[in-house]
């Protein structure tokens, strides 16, 4: 166990539809990494904040948004979903914002759009 | 810009037998470089890392050593369990992509009693 919590576990949508997933880093870690996992792509990393500020932007779409809130937890939006859209979405958390310290990983939420 | 290459699995091995995954790299500068290993239906574990050539990163009884002049880091093990069964992804960090990791596509490997 990492310590890092991730909910939902699952999640079955609807092309066009929004959802939000949520993640609760380790006690103690102030920066927060949002990465899409799926077979075609493999691991991506989309965005990074650092106690509640935006830090680092990777491969996210203008559809995907995210936030990081005081309590440090960090939400991360997909709206107008999309078929590919569908994959595992993985939170990782670290006490530092410098991205080479060791991430500790949730187990993910699995996405499927139908 | 950076990138990983690693050997498409599935690696299938019997209880004991001697691992070897091969990873390659592409990046600017001096990277860091990292092996991760994800178990089923969990999350990435960082497994071992290495921050400057020559060095030997170890745990678990897996080693890899960075070797900045055929620019790999492969991944051995002398004795794999069947509890390892698993998929192992190679990554880096460096400065050119401000350190975010780009990681490998990942190789899956089985272990048989």
């Known amino acids: 166990d990492s310590g890092v919590t991730q909910t939902p576990k699952h999640l079955i949508t609807a092309t066009g539809q929004r959802v939000t997933l949520r993640c609760s880093p380790r006690?103690?870690?102030?920066?927060v990494y949002w990465y899409q996992q799926s077979l075609d792509q493999g691991l991506q990393f989309l965005i990074q904040?650092?106690?509640?500020?935006?830090?680092a932007k990777g491969n996210i779409l203008e559809r995907f948004s995210a936030q990081q809130f005081p309590d440090l937890h960090s939400e991360l939006n997909l709206s107008s979903l999309e078929l590919g859209d569908s994959a595992l979405y993985f939170c990782?958390?670290?006490?530092?914002?410098?991205?080479?310290?060791?991430?500790?990983f949730g187990p993910g939420t699995r996405l499927t759009v139908l | 810009g950076d990138s990983v290459t690693q050997m498409e699995g599935p690696v299938t091995l019997s209880e004991e037998a001697f691992l070897t995954i091969n990873c390659t790299y592409t990046?600017?500068?001096?990277?860091?470089l990292f092996w991760y290993v994800q178990y089923p239906g969990e999350g990435l574990q960082l497994l071992l890392k290495?921050?400057?050539?020559?060095d030997k990163g170890s745990n678990k009884g897996f080693e890899a050593t960075y070797r900045k002049e055929t620019t790999s880091f492969h991944l051995e093990k002398g004795s794999v369990q069947v509890s390892d069964s698993a998929v192992y992804f190679c990554?880096?960090?460096?400065?050119?992509?401000?350190?975010?990791?780009?990681f490998g596509r990942g190789t899956s490997l089985i272990v048989h009693p």
């Open positions: 990554a880096l960090s460096s400065a050119g992509g401000s350190y975010i990791p780009t």
């Open positions: 290495a921050t400057k050539a020559d």
């Open positions: 904040y650092y106690n509640g500020e935006e830090r």
């Open positions: 006690s103690g870690d102030l920066s």
């Open positions: 990782a958390s670290s006490v530092a914002p410098d991205p080479r310290d060791t991430q500790y």
């Open positions: 990046a600017t500068g001096y990277p860091s």
